[in-house]
């Protein structure tokens, strides 16, 4: 098996749902209800960092390892350039369509603010990344980490991951602790800054991503021993954990929380912040997850069968692993779609419930316009050369996908004689 089949495939499936959280329409509709999101504090969001910083950690962790740090560095920071030029191209091509529609900047207030081409200020602002619209604010997080990147999987490599995992430890909890308030009060008093997710926090998903990519390149995991079908204590205690959470999910989103609780939990349920909440359902979520893919083909219990087999074959469908094949175009052309529907529902809307359902799907059809794109156009371009080898790159990625699948038990041994 070639690529990470089960990895492309579960970031096309959160390419996919924060396309449906982000899709608005007046009024709410319901295709967005059914979502993970409704019953825990895991959102695509997560899944979609925690993967890009395991990737990143497998893929460029591996190349390091082979060619050193200058071509890993190389081929790091190159990817963090390209996704600026992306995240550049959608600002600059939303600021065209803010002029080009009309009412545009009364629908897209809420999501641009006061970005214009007539601010200047504020246009360099966001070329500088701090100024950053809705939506778009996931990719300067991205470009972030992956400057500090080769210096870390240096780190790692060299059996120093506790200094990096203390160093995210500790700046996570400076977070939630509002260490960081003071500094940002003043950088916000010379440069406007706007943006949702808070690089600092964040950073912890990405960085333990990093981590056990870095792991699985260097082939130090033993998946078996991890994830054990004789020992399901831990996903128990990650399926309690997720069970207790989706009540306060369900109580929280439909109804009213007392005033003190409402005050104590909100505290700890932050998301631009990535709080205590959110960080255990990630990581109980995770485990689970894993564990049933992993484990669950080879249980007794045929429920558990039943689910390790379809979320299995649900995140190794063709269409998801397209779009997780492209994850980078596939995100800035969603943006894109997002901020023209929105001009449609102003425009022709308010839809029925059909209506809506039609556009959502529609909508996540459309998505891989520019995944199928590069792969038509990629054997095109590539005809026109001479053939290369493959990147080291694109070895990092293979085989390693049977580390996610549960492996097989081994025949019995035959009885003494």
């Not at 089960?6 to 959160?14: E, K, N, Q, S, W």
């Not at 794109?373 to 054997?379: G, K, Q, T, V």
Request: glycine share 8%; net charge positive; with cysteine.
């Amino acid at each position: 098996m070639g690529r990470l089949t089960i990895l492309d495939g579960l970031r096309g499936y959160f390419l996919v749902f924060m396309f449906l959280n982000h899709l608005t329409f007046t009024g709410d509709y319901l295709l967005v209800k059914i979502n993970h999101d409704e019953l825990s504090f895991v959102e695509g969001a997560q899944g979609f960092v925690f993967l890009s910083g395991l990737l990143a950690g497998l893929i460029h962790g591996r190349r390091m390892i082979r060619h050193g740090f200058g071509p890993a560095a190389g081929a790091v920071w190159n990817r963090a350039a390209e996704i600026y030029a992306y995240a550049l191209g959608c600002v600059l091509i939303i600021l065209v369509l803010r002029d080009v529609l009309p009412g545009s900047q009364l629908y897209w207030h809420h999501w641009l603010g006061d970005l214009q081409f007539s601010r200047k200020r504020l246009v360099a602002d966001s070329a500088l990344l701090l100024y950053q619209p809705d939506h778009l604010d996931i990719l300067p997080q991205y470009i972030a980490y992956l400057l500090v990147t080769p210096p870390l999987l240096w780190l790692c490599l060299r059996g120093r991951w506790a200094w990096l995992a203390a160093g995210c430890g500790t700046l996570w909890l400076a977070v939630q602790l509002g260490a960081h308030l003071p500094i940002a009060a003043a950088i916000d008093r010379v440069l406007p800054l706007r943006a949702y997710f808070n690089v600092l926090a964040w950073q912890l998903v990405f960085m333990v991503g990093l981590m056990i990519g870095v792991t699985m390149a260097q082939g130090r995991i033993d998946w078996d021993r991890l994830f054990r079908r004789d020992r399901p204590e831990p996903v128990l205690i990650a399926t309690a954990l997720l069970l207790f959470f989706a009540v306060w999910r369900v109580w929280s989103n439909h109804f009213v929380l007392p005033e003190p609780i409402a005050t104590r939990f909100h505290v700890l349920a932050n998301r631009g912040e990535f709080s205590l909440v959110y960080l255990l359902n990630f990581a109980a979520a995770a485990y689970a997850v894993t564990w049933i893919i992993r484990v669950g083909p080879t249980t007794d219990s045929a429920p558990l069968r039943r689910l390790g087999q379809f979320l299995g074959g649900l995140f190794d469908l063709s269409f998801l692993r397209l779009l997780g094949r492209h994850s980078l175009q596939v995100y800035a052309w969603h943006v894109i779609m997002i901020y023209l529907l929105k001009a449609v529902d102003h425009d022709w809307g308010p839809f029925n419930e059909a209506t809506k359902t039609l556009i959502a799907l529609a909508g996540i059809a459309l998505l891989a316009v520019p995944a199928l794109a590069i792969e038509h156009l990629r054997p095109a371009m590539a005809g026109r050369g001479r053939p290369s080898r493959p990147l080291p790159a694109d070895k990092g990625r293979d085989n390693a996908v049977t580390t996610l699948r549960p492996t097989p038990p081994s025949p019995p041994s035959p009885p003494p004689q």
